[in-house]
């Protein structure tokens, strides 16, 4: 949530930096409103300030003799003379919360205007691969190495779904070892959370009210829940409601689970296979810092994608997105994206990105700083370490050979018991 100071102190340079995104915004109405909620807000103080100094003449004016009566009837005459006040003033709270609850996050000064268009490359990693033969594609070389049963997981569940089977289902085991392993030897703290998650969670982590139909929500329970999208609307809720110690940031955590995504019925044509679906397999990290550390932490999360996909030997790119590509909750984000030859075009791996204080405003997570004795918010940051679904078929298909084998990335070797070489399974 936007700090509403802010939007007073300045509302068109807060509208333009909104415009980046291509949200048009205009303040005015708000602002009436708040000016309202301030001086209804003065009146209703100043007549509770008056009813509790009566009241608080009581014990003295029963000791004197005197009419007590008299002052519990002006108290009551006090209370009833700003019932109207005080259900207004909720009305427009409630008003002006709804309001904020939806503007996206302001978006970082460097970052150019607009969507795709104006992401930018800041970085190529490794040769792009060249092959003097007809490549296959990752669901062709998945299949015929036995690594996917795609008919099977239709069958069972339907599409947008995938079977990991045998050297396939220890591939994507292997990954994920690696990216718990390197998160672990990097001092991060391993987190296990839950997969059905509250409504506070998706509103902290910024993806409610916007994005409610974009979860899966489970029917039936009580409070409602959704199946969490990713694992940092878990890991951004951990420290929710909670005043933490200065000596205690920067927090790291990062959690492996399953991502359940409903929009993934939309996917085109070209993303066919495991390029999307309904459910994959991530490791996400994110942090908790002070204001004057994000910075650093941003580019510690993107050193650290960046790094997983180095080792593994793909070839990739690091793009800066424009403001308008950053998701509604972030003020920056970095793509890792990795190249996949059958399409010709680089697919995300790892988003990288920093909140700034917008997620801790709507979970009130704090800290106290130790030289003022005051709180402030925390900044959160998160990036994915990584998505395994694109990972699998960057792999297959850049490390394809004219036999049909795939070489696996020597950094899994030892998570493949020493295998090192996938070949086509016979057919029976």
């Not at 009146?43 to 003799?65: F, H, M």
């Not at 460097?110 to 594609?137: Q, R, S, W």
């Not at 997105?321 to 995300?348: F, Q």
Request: neutral net charge.
């Amino acid at each position: 949530m936007l700090d509403f100071n802010l939007i007073k102190e300045n509302p068109e340079k807060v509208a333009k930096a909104l415009a980046k995104k291509g949200w048009d915004v205009d303040f005015t109405e708000v602002l009436a409103k708040a000016e309202e909620r301030k001086k209804l807000m003065f009146r209703v103080e100043t007549v509770k300030a008056e009813s509790n100094k009566l009241s608080a003449s009581v014990p003295q004016v029963k000791k004197d003799g005197g009419d007590i009566k008299a002052i519990f009837a002006k108290v009551k005459e006090l209370s009833a003379s700003i019932s109207e006040d005080e259900k207004t003033l909720k009305a427009l709270e409630v008003e002006m919360s709804t309001y904020l609850s939806t503007l996206p996050n302001i978006p970082d000064d460097d970052l150019l205007a607009g969507g795709k268009e104006n992401n930018k490359v800041i970085k190529t990693v490794h040769k792009k691969p060249a092959f003097d033969f007809k490549i296959k594609d990752h669901v062709e070389l998945c299949e015929s190495l036995g690594l996917i049963d795609y008919e099977r997981a239709a069958k069972i569940s339907g599409a947008g779904t995938w079977i990991y089977t045998g050297l396939g289902a220890r591939l994507e085991w292997a990954l994920l070892n690696y990216f718990i392993a390197e998160h672990l030897k990097d001092g991060y703290e391993m987190i296990l959370p839950p997969h059905l998650l509250n409504y506070e969670s998706g509103y902290t982590a910024g993806q409610f009210p916007k994005f409610e139909k974009d979860v899966f929500w489970l029917e039936g329970l009580e409070p409602k829940r959704f199946m969490l999208p990713t694992a940092e609307t878990a890991l951004v809720n951990l420290h929710r409601n909670e005043i933490l110690s200065e000596d205690d940031l920067p927090k790291k955590y990062f959690a492996y689970t399953p991502c359940y995504r409903c929009e993934a019925g939309s996917y085109r044509t070209e993303e066919r296979g495991m390029i999307r679906g309904y459910q994959f397999n991530k490791v996400e990290m994110v942090q908790y810092t002070k204001e004057d550390s994000s910075d650093e932490a941003f580019e510690e999360l993107v050193a650290k994608a960046s790094r997983l996909v180095e080792k593994l030997g793909l070839h990739f790119q690091i793009s800066k997105l424009a403001a308008g590509d950053c998701s509604h909750s972030m003020a920056r984000t970095y793509d890792i994206e990795v190249w996949i030859p059958s399409m010709g075009i680089y697919k995300e791996v790892s988003s990288a990105s920093n909140a700034r204080d917008y997620q801790a405003r709507r979970g009130a997570i704090r800290y106290r700083d130790k030289a003022t004795g005051k709180t402030k918010f925390c900044h959160t940051l998160n990036a994915s370490g990584l998505a395994t679904s694109r990972v699998i078929p960057a792999i297959v298909e850049q490390f394809q050979t004219k036999e049909g084998n795939v070489i696996i990335p020597e950094v899994l070797v030892p998570f493949m018991g020493g295998i090192k070489v996938l070949t086509p399974k016979k057919k029976k």
